[in-house]
């Protein structure tokens, strides 16, 4: 029973669980015993009675203690305290002539419970079997001396004596429990860490498949498709880029280059992965037009900015091996929740039912690089009437920053002590860069008429 915990916290846990389980069954017999002296007390109050109300008062308010903070020396006061409770309880109950004919009654074994469901003040099965056997000895030795005082005769507590044997038996159950689980822990944990890895794995092969369709294949696509004779510039600059790619970079780790190469206060297209892989293909021939809210892209984090701008890029080297011609556009929008770009093209187009498994442009390099981030891709072609595929990623607009915080904003860098006037904070907070108001998202940007194409194909 491990409460799916992790394995340092179960032990101590159900150890406070069980535990307290004990101290509200000790309340409750505590709070019996105390209505049955009330009752006893409706004759002629004498000052044992007096004495054993007392006795159980003190008893069920150090048992609220203990519940609280358990202590060894709260423990011992409590074993005292409740044999003084139990002798005087017996003695009291037990010496009213021609009431009770025998000492094993349920009414006598209250106190007695009450003592063994001590809980103990440890963290361990054992600890607390110890305190409980302490609280039944104790319990057993006040009550025959209560009794041996009284005329009544000692007969054996049954009911005491199962409530004990209880109490130890799940406690030693629970011992065992926990010590059975601690021998799974380390196979639950290898468990974990295989699935980790394997997800992991997946990741890494989704990764190294789509950046090597995006650099050898398509490189050497280019080169078995281009003209004997010398290399074009174009084509120079992709082999040269590959190759600055696989050998210069570590494409496993995830970097945010936007922050490493830009300044603060850039323009957030400028920066953008989209916008490198657009002069990319402009470099390889590719006339690209570009409309729409470019600084939008500004709201993605690193490893969007870079898979989103892998994703344009194939869809633009697609544009150049595929759609026939040498022209396309890219359209960037942006509403509350999303940041999504579309690359437009009036080429050949294609059928999805016509694309072979082998062919991983859209499958690798695209779909499923956007689909990893929470993103979709929607493609519409057919064959004469152009490509076009939307590319969607979650991107919320930051909250503003209210104008009060704005204000109350200390000025950047320590002050000297002959710069902390009222001259010299305006001074600062003059000199300081007025944040950038987000800009309002515009409308979304019109789908192209394909009304009759359909929306589950997907581009080579």
Request: glycine share 8%.
């Amino acid at each position: 029973m491990s409460l799916g915990l992790p394995g340092h916290l179960v032990e101590a846990t159900l150890s406070r669980a069980l535990a307290r389980a004990s101290h509200w069954f000790g309340v409750i017999c505590l709070a019996g015993a105390l209505a049955s002296v009330l009752a006893l007390s409706m004759a002629p109050v004498t000052d044992r009675l007096l004495a054993t109300i007392a006795a159980i008062v003190g008893m069920g308010a150090l048992l609220a203690v203990l519940a609280k903070w358990r202590t060894v020396p709260l423990t011992i006061a409590y074993l005292v305290l409740g044999a003084a409770c139990t002798y005087l309880f017996t003695g009291a109950v037990l010496g009213m002539p021609g009431v009770f004919s025998s000492s094993d009654l349920f009414l006598i074994s209250l106190p007695k419970m009450a003592l063994i469901m001590v809980g103990g003040a440890g963290s361990g099965a054992l600890v607390g079997v110890l305190w409980s056997t302490v609280g039944f000895l104790f319990a057993e030795v006040a009550a025959t001396l209560a009794v041996s005082q009284t005329p009544v005769p000692d007969r054996p507590d049954v009911f005491t004596i199962v409530t004990y044997l209880m109490l130890v038996g799940v406690m030693l159950l629970d011992g065992l429990t926990r010590r059975t689980g601690r021998a799974a822990q380390p196979a639950i944990h290898r468990a974990v860490q295989d699935d980790e890895a394997r997800t992991l794995r997946h990741d890494f092969d989704v990764r190294a498949i789509a950046l090597m369709h995006d650099t050898t294949l398509n490189q050497l696509v280019s080169v078995a498709r281009a003209k004997p004779g010398p290399l074009s510039r174009g084509l120079e600059a992709g082999i040269r880029e590959t190759l600055h790619t696989l050998a210069d970079r570590d494409w496993l780790t995830h970097v945010d280059e936007r922050t490493a190469a830009a300044p603060a206060g850039s323009d957030g297209w400028l920066a953008s992965a989209v916008y490198r892989a657009i002069d990319r293909s402009r470099d390889r021939g590719l006339v690209v037009d570009i409309t729409g809210e470019k600084d939008a892209l500004g709201r993605l984090d690193a490893e969007q900015d870079r898979e989103l701008g892998l994703a344009v890029q194939q869809c633009l080297v697609n544009v150049l091996q595929h759609a026939g011609i040498a022209a396309a556009e890219v359209v960037i929008d942006a509403d509350d929740e999303n940041v999504s770009v579309m690359v437009l093209d009036a080429g050949s187009g294609f059928m999805e039912a016509e694309t072979g498994n082998d062919r991983l442009g859209l499958r690798q390099s695209v779909r499923k690089r956007i689909e990893r981030l929470g993103g979709t891709v929607v493609i519409w072609s057919r064959p004469g009437a152009g490509t076009s595929v939307l590319l969607t990623l979650p991107a919320p607009v930051p909250a503003p920053v209210p104008a009060t915080l704005s204000a109350d904003l200390p000025p950047s860098g320590p002050l000297a002590p002959s710069q902390q006037g009222n001259s010299s904070a305006t001074g600062q907070l003059a000199n300081a860069p007025a944040p950038t108001p987000t800009p309002a998202p515009a409308a979304p940007a019109p789908t192209p008429a394909l009304a009759d194409t359909p929306a589950d194909q997907a581009t080579p």
